[in-house]
């Protein structure tokens, strides 16, 4: 971005500037100053007139004191200095007024403002939060937006010993943030970009926000952090970050009827595509708080959602909507769809399900459900179902999804409409068993209950790990989920996919399952009897659809003994191991 310093020279001492950039390490600042010196011409002219603005805890006596004060610094004290330390936050406040009035006059002497918008470092190299007051800093600003790489391997957070390690400086556009004088605004050079909030927004927060873009523009994806979600991530293979925006032609228009983590997950996933998406919550507030700060500050607080995304309760939103996904949490189908079943029945759009679990109805699963409580005609259904976590899919990690559909004619579609570059979907072993992609995704929580059960039980008596039993007993496991499966209605080899096999594995094997976690507990006396576990709510339901036949389904028919039939579990284990005995 050399070529940009040529445009912000000649506008020092004539307009107001500020550079802000990403926060690595304690070096960031030294480290700015010194890329630009020793590229020399014009960059030098910026590196003497930058003033950095840095917290008082960088002012302690030690190196970074000694460093700080090589280089033109201002003090401001943070909102969390002023909370650690309540007795000085109106000297902190009278500080922070002072250092703004300097900051200003500096700037009219040719200074440039140097910033780090996130406030602190970041532990991860990932764009963090920015913080509020930066605002004050560049409304009516021109702005120079940098990227930094290689200072956290200099200085590493939580040392203080130095690396010999490369570091890269990118440069951005100058922009205007805002809109300056009548006098300023006629000099202001037409190579200047200009960024002035649109008319019913949060100014403050939107213009935060696109400070985070201008300077995760010249970063790596992988640095995004909290506006990772914002880019085009269709593409994996170019270098140029793209922002995601909302089509004036979308190819679908989506409603997403139930607020939950697959649902979110899923909607950003989509986000990728030419479409338009629709969030149905059940609450006014909760949907105009969302789309005022523009993320789900319930589920996701960190992951800012893309423009073609909004919130909404009003059911007849949904009306025009080309496809639906059903995100609903199985115990909350009735709260979702007694408010959007005469739309829904009005439209012959799909109907996707992505969510897994039973219902506890006497029908068991969620499209079920659908079909038999909600008159909603079946050939309509698809669902989608893999082995993932939503907050990963969220994380923009490799993950992957199965599709079946009673329409097969919509299967290739769904397949390459639910395709980024990094999530992968494909069709099912079975195209059109959505039962058996259904049932592989709710029995495989029972199981992953057990599977936690086990392991608390060893942990807890013999101490360490137990590798040795879970995979000893993983491949029983699977043999006896795919038996159940089949006498549920699903087909055989269905199960061998990533909705039945692979889904197995993350769940009885994942750090982060929560059924998993629920059956540790049990075992330690902690586990919530009331809380809404999709395996715990499956065990109470399942022998309504099933018989649980001990000699056929000896696994399913234990975990239902210990955790609801009071069975104690040292009589149970010993009863399993004598069984799994060959001689």
Request: glycine residues 8%; hydrophobic residues 40%; contains cysteine.
């Amino acid at each position: 971005g050399k070529e940009h310093l040529k445009e912000i020279i000649p506008l020092l001492g004539k307009f107001p500037v500020v550079l802000i950039s990403n926060h690595l390490s304690h070096m960031d600042a030294p480290s700015i100053y010194n890329i630009l010196y020793r590229e020399g011409d014009e960059a030098r002219i910026l590196a003497n007139n930058l003033v950095f603005i840095a917290g008082r805890l960088a002012f302690e006596p030690d190196f970074t004191r000694l460093g700080l004060y090589m280089i033109d610094t201002l003090l401001v004290c943070s909102q969390k200095d002023m909370q650690d330390n309540p007795g000085m936050a109106d000297l902190m406040t009278r500080i922070n007024m002072r250092s703004f009035r300097q900051a200003q006059q500096l700037q009219k002497e040719g200074k440039v403002i140097a910033i780090f918008p996130e406030g602190t470092r970041s532990r991860t190299g990932r764009l963090i939060n920015f913080v509020d007051t930066v605002y004050h800093y560049v409304a009516n600003k021109i702005i120079l937006p940098v990227s930094l790489s290689g200072t956290d391997e200099i200085l590493p957070t939580g040392s203080f010993m130095f690396k010999a390690a490369p570091a890269r400086l990118t440069i951005g556009k100058p922009v205007l943030v805002g809109r300056l004088s009548a006098s300023q605004m006629e000099q202001l050079p037409e190579y200047v970009q200009q960024l002035e909030s649109p008319r019913g927004v949060d100014k403050k927060r939107f213009v935060i926000d696109q400070l985070a873009l201008l300077i995760g523009q010249n970063m790596h994806r992988h640095r995004h952090g909290t506006y990772r979600n914002l880019y085009q991530g269709d593409e994996i293979i170019s270098q140029v970050n793209t922002l995601i925006t909302r089509p004036e032609a979308p190819v679908e228009t989506i409603g997403v009827i139930g607020h939950s983590p697959q649902g979110i997950a899923i909607a950003s996933v989509l986000a990728n595509k030419k479409v338009d998406l629709r969030i149905f919550v059940a609450d006014e507030q909760k949907a105009a708080d969302f789309n005022a700060a523009q993320l789900d500050t319930e589920l996701y607080p960190l992951f800012k959602l893309p423009p073609n995304i909004s919130f909404t309760a009003d059911p007849a939103e949904l009306a025009q909507c080309t496809m639906y996904i059903q995100a609903a949490r199985p115990w909350e189908l009735n709260t979702y769809y007694q408010k959007t079943t005469a739309v829904l029945q009005q439209n012959n759009a799909p109907i996707i399900n992505v969510v897994k679990g039973f219902t506890g109805s006497v029908h068991g699963l969620v499209l079920d459900d659908l079909e038999k409580i909600h008159g909603l005609n079946a050939e309509r259904f698809a669902v989608l179902a893999g082995a993932n976590y939503p907050d990963q899919v969220m994380e923009r990690k490799l993950s992957g999804y199965e599709v079946a559909a009673n329409n097969a004619a919509i299967v290739d579609h769904l397949t390459h409409l639910f395709s980024t570059g990094y999530v992968f979907t494909r069709a099912a072993i079975n195209p059109q068993d959505v039962r058996g992609v259904q049932l592989g995704g709710a029995l495989k929580n029972i199981y992953a209950l057990g599977t936690g059960l086990l392991d608390g039980y060893y942990e807890k008596n013999l101490g360490g790990n137990s590798d040795n039993s879970l995979f000893h007993l993983s491949d029983r496991i699977f043999k006896e989920m795919k038996s159940l499966g089949i006498a549920l209605g699903g087909q055989e080899s269905t199960f061998d996919g990533l909705s039945g096999h692979t889904d197995l594995m993350l769940s009885c094997f994942g750090q982060d399952a929560r059924s998993r976690q629920w059956g540790h507990d049990f075992v330690y006396g902690n586990s919530d009897p009331d809380k809404q576990i999709s395996g715990l709510i499956g065990l109470r339901y399942l022998p309504n659809l099933v018989p649980l036949d001990p000699q056929k389904y000896p696994l399913a028919a234990s975990i239902h003994s210990i955790v609801l039939g009071g069975v104690s579990i040292d009589r149970v284990m010993t009863e399993m191991t004598h069984r799994l005995r060959r001689f």
